[in-house]
Antibody, heavy 119, light 108 residues
């Protein structure tokens, strides 16, 4: 069974950093790209970045809204993807989901981890 | 960036009724790389439809997707109690991948 479990969320002050983890099981992690999608409280879904699988270069890509602040990385030996978030601001408060991508389709989702940016 | 506009914002229907949800894209969605997701409160989104009309694994056949180009539709033929939720459309043809703002299907 495909499982994705996000962790690392919590309360953080504006301007600080946080790293989220997405731990995968039930499939060959290295064969798939992994995305991060966030959802602010009471709002819709926003794709914020992904990392390709090794066969496609293993390179990350970020949405313009977080470019330069957020970076996706992966450790295939541990079946974990990371979202490094720097210079956090109040507008980054959201539930962060990781997804397993088939091509660019978000085929499986984790349950999400809540990040609250507040002083 | 492809902007997706869903309509209506809220759909008030009774169990057993037919639901028709629409999503319009600001540009043509290539290869019909278009998906629909269902989200219930406190849960992650669940993939319902991909490639505009293909049901994901385990999705009941009362859910169907159609459309091409810039206009896409999700139809729920007969609403079951568990179908009342928020539905999002998404295009995954070009970067950035974008979502619609959601349609809430509520019990009338």
């Amino acid at each position: 069974e495909v499982q994705l479990v996000e962790s690392g969320g919590g309360l953080v002050q504006p301007g600080r950093s946080l790293r989220l983890s997405c731990t995968a099981s039930g499939f060959t992690f290295g064969d798939y790209a992994i995305s991060w999608v966030r959802q602010a409280p009471g709002k819709g879904l926003e794709w914020i970045g992904f990392i390709r699988n090794k066969a496609h270069g293993g390179t990350p890509e970020s949405a313009a809204t977080v470019k330069g602040r957020f970076t996706v990385s992966r450790d295939d030996s541990k079946s974990i993807a990371y979202l490094q978030m720097n210079s956090l601001n109040i507008e980054d408060t959201a539930v962060y989901f990781c997804t397993r991508d088939s091509g660019w389709l978000h085929s499986y989702w984790g349950q999400g981890t809540l990040v609250t940016v507040s002083s | 960036e492809i902007v997706l506009t869903q309509s209506p914002g809220t759909l008030s229907l009774s169990p057993g009724e037919r639901a028709t949800l629409s999503c319009r894209a600001s540009q043509t969605v290539g290869n019909n790389y278009f998906a629909w997701f269902q989200q219930k409160p406190g849960q992650a989104p669940r993939l319902l439809i991909y490639d505009a009309s293909t049901r994901a694994t385990g999705i009941p056949d009362r859910f169907s997707g159609s459309g091409t180009g810039t206009d896409f539709t999700l139809t729920i033929s007969r609403l079951e109690p568990e179908d009342f939720a928020v539905y999002y459309c998404q295009q995954y043809a070009s970067s950035p991948r974008t979502f619609g703002q959601g349609t809430k299907v509520e019990i009338k």
